[in-house]
């Protein structure tokens, strides 16, 4: 059960509001509302109201959209898994969704979303909103869904993301975020004035030209950048007071997560000698292919980004993740084209250092044997095999914090960051 205050107008459609306040106990994932009032509700950790009050606004809508600051894979795939959006699709009806990207949107977000618009080529459209005031964020969550003349709205704290939705993201609390909502049914006049005010807002975005594609190198050079982010919070790392003589136990190690507190299920960073190949292919092998890159036997595209030994980002790259029928598992990574394949006297080889920023993309660099680095980075691969067996390619899978160790100049665009704050 969850606390509501349910608002209604005890005045004609379009006359000016006067508002009583009711206190009602309700199941929030079935509540509904009259014309032209308003229920607002308080989200707790462990539940999933706004995805259902979302969901709710759905039934028999005619069309949609929303506009979020936030978005992440497992968000994506919870509003369109939900049964009655799902519906509205299937049933031919249009959905407008805008997400930000200053923060947590990454590309394993566009990836999804760009399949879902696939799925619907000619019924979904996303843009994202991006721009250039580093002092501001892009930070509104709202809904909205046409049945009749009716138009519901959503609109709250909760960003397109599993926690903001109240999905349970991790094992272990908090499984979702302290979120705020109202659902408004409006009609008539206030319907349609909420309307012009979005589809003003809409036309003005487009005008100045930051509602982007999908595609847009810029959209997709920021998600890069938002994959590279690890959250961690300090709110686990004080201890429980001690007892009277007793010594105080040490304070557990803080741990950093992904969005949607999602596994990698592999340490970050490959480190793997490469053979030589057709130019701009990188033999990975099987098990880097599959446990590190994600291949999971159908093709599928990830994003990668070279970064520069003196760290320069080069742009980034949609690859197609296959096995061709030789039995190949190559990767097209087109810097290294640009270098000259060369094998140490001592049988030593060119050598890949990968990082998986989220589960489908991927910052890399080439360390070529002639390279002043290239000794820091064999030596985490440990003895090249001796002459005369079959030179099978050294390979390790690290954490960034063993790389920083072994290789001081690595360059600092390749490895994530952590942020000393809970995923928002």
């Not at 446990?291 to 690859?319: C, M, T, W």
């Not at 589960?359 to 985490?380: G, H, K, M």
Request: net charge neutral.
């Amino acid at each position: 059960m969850q606390l509501v205050f349910l608002k209604t107008s005890s005045n004609p459609v379009g006359a000016a509001f006067q508002h009583r306040i009711h206190w009602l106990r309700i199941n929030p994932s079935q509540f509904t509302i009259g014309k032209n009032q308003m229920a607002f509700v308080f989200q707790q950790p462990g539940t999933a109201k706004l995805l259902h009050a979302i969901d709710n606004a759905a039934v028999n809508a005619d069309k949609g959209g929303g506009v979020f600051a936030f978005a992440s894979k497992g968000g994506i795939d919870a509003l369109f898994d939900s049964p009655n959006i799902a519906n509205m699709l299937a049933a031919g009806r249009h959905f407008h969704l805008i997400v930000g990207i200053d923060a947590i949107t990454n590309a394993e977000a566009l990836l999804c979303l760009s399949e879902r618009v696939a799925s619907y080529p000619a019924l979904l459209a996303v843009n994202v909103f991006f721009h250039n005031h580093p002092n501001s964020t892009f930070h509104p969550k709202f809904s909205w869904f046409w049945q009749g003349n009716n138009l519901r709205l959503v609109t709250g704290s909760g960003n397109l993301t599993r926690r903001g939705l109240g999905q349970v993201s991790m094992d272990t609390p908090p499984p979702g975020n302290w979120e705020a909502f109202s659902v408004q049914n409006l009609s008539g006049a206030d319907a349609e004035a909420a309307q012009l005010e979005i589809d003003n807002w809409l036309s003005a975005q487009q005008e100045t030209g930051r509602l982007l594609s999908l595609d847009d190198e810029k959209v997709r050079e920021q998600a890069m950048a938002n994959g590279r982010v690890r959250f961690s919070s300090t709110i686990a790392a004080a201890p429980p007071a001690p007892a009277a003589g007793v010594p105080a136990p040490a304070a557990p190690a803080i741990h950093a997560t992904l969005v949607d507190g999602v596994d990698l299920g592999t340490p970050e960073v490959l480190v793997r000698e490469i053979p030589v190949n057709r130019t701009g292919q990188a033999d990975v092998g099987k098990s880097a292919l599959m446990e590190f890159f994600g291949y999971e036997g159908v093709a599928k595209n990830v994003f990668v980004q070279h970064v520069s030994r003196d760290d320069v980002l080069g742009p980034v790259e949609s690859i197609r993740l296959f096995v061709n029928q030789s039995q190949n598992y190559r990767l097209e990574l087109h810097a290294i084209a640009d270098l000259e394949y060369k094998v140490g006297a001592d049988d030593s080889r060119m050598i890949l250092v990968a990082t998986k920023l989220d589960r489908r993309s991927f910052r890399y660099t080439i360390v070529p044997v002639t390279s002043a680095d290239y000794t820091f980075v064999s030596e985490l691969l440990g003895p090249i095999p001796p002459h005369g067996h079959r030179r099978l390619m050294r390979e390790r899978r690290i954490l960034p914090e063993n790389l920083r160790a072994a290789w001081p100049d690595a360059p600092p665009n390749l490895l994530p960051v952590e942020l000393l704050t809970p995923e928002p």
